[in-house]
């Protein structure tokens, strides 16, 4: 017979963290509120204090926000904070006017790393859609396996398992592999852009701030990189994680 103060303890973390969950998300709506209440009013410094903070340490930002936090700091003539904000707002809506834009404030004619193709634009489609991809296939998981245990006597071959494990397999593929690569803009200057992760590597360009890069590994003091088709690195010192 199953235990009912472990089935209390059990409901009562599950409670407590959807509770904490919740306070902290209407926590953080309410400052992104409060900032740009202040923003609309042009208390700009106290509002950028505010998106700093959600974005640093709450982790925590939108879209509009980064834009916002992009305009403050274009203002004070920060135009490496704001092709920062604008880079990671790209990452989230790619826009061919916020690549012209960073050309701008990095005063650079030709930027690298901004450009997608059609596979890139289907990722991201997926990316977007990753918690509903991750709920219909694990809502096509449990039905599978209803239909086992109902019809378990009839169900005697390992065929009938196979659409199953194929749910499963999905559902952990996109619950675990959707994701957003891990990119980076270049805020080094200059910065060198090497074939080897080593100071005797083959030089193969030197880049000034504004370029963006899809980081696939660390390796020591440097990133691996995908620089146009080749593989290359960067000193971390030199990027900044988006």
């Not at 992104?32 to 709450?58: C, G, P, R, V």
């Not at 559902?171 to 957003?180: D, K, P, V």
């Not at 899809?214 to 440097?222: C, E, G, L, N, R």
């Amino acid at each position: 017979m199953p235990n009912p103060n472990r089935i209390f303890l059990t409901k009562f973390i599950i409670f407590f963290i959807v509770f904490v969950q919740s306070f902290n998300c209407q926590a953080n709506i309410s400052k992104l509120q409060k900032a740009d209440s202040l923003f609309t009013t042009k208390n700009y410094q106290e509002a950028m204090i505010i998106y700093k903070d959600l974005l640093l340490n709450e982790v925590t930002f939108s879209s509009a926000m980064l834009l916002k936090m992009a305009f403050i700091s274009e203002g004070i003539g920060d135009y490496s904070d704001a092709s920062f904000y604008l880079a990671k707002y790209y990452d989230q809506n790619p826009n061919p006017r916020v690549i012209t834009k960073i050309k701008v404030l990095t005063d650079q004619v030709t930027l690298y790393g901004y450009e997608l193709n059609d596979s890139d634009r289907f990722m991201k489609f997926l990316i977007d859609l990753q918690m509903e991809i991750t709920s219909f296939f694990a809502v096509l998981l449990m039905l599978s396996l209803i239909l086992l245990f109902v019809f378990r006597k009839k169900a005697d071959k390992p065929r009938y398992y196979l659409p199953s494990f194929l749910f499963l397999i999905l559902t952990f593929f996109s619950n675990n592999f959707l994701s957003e690569p891990k990119s980076g803009i270049v805020t080094g200057s200059p910065t060198l852009v090497m074939d080897q992760p080593t100071a005797g590597g083959k030089l193969l360009k030197i880049v000034y701030p504004g370029h963006r890069v899809i980081i696939k590994t660390t390796k020591d003091v440097w990133y691996e990189v995908n620089w146009g088709d080749q593989k290359a690195f960067v000193k971390k010192e030199n990027i900044t994680r988006l």
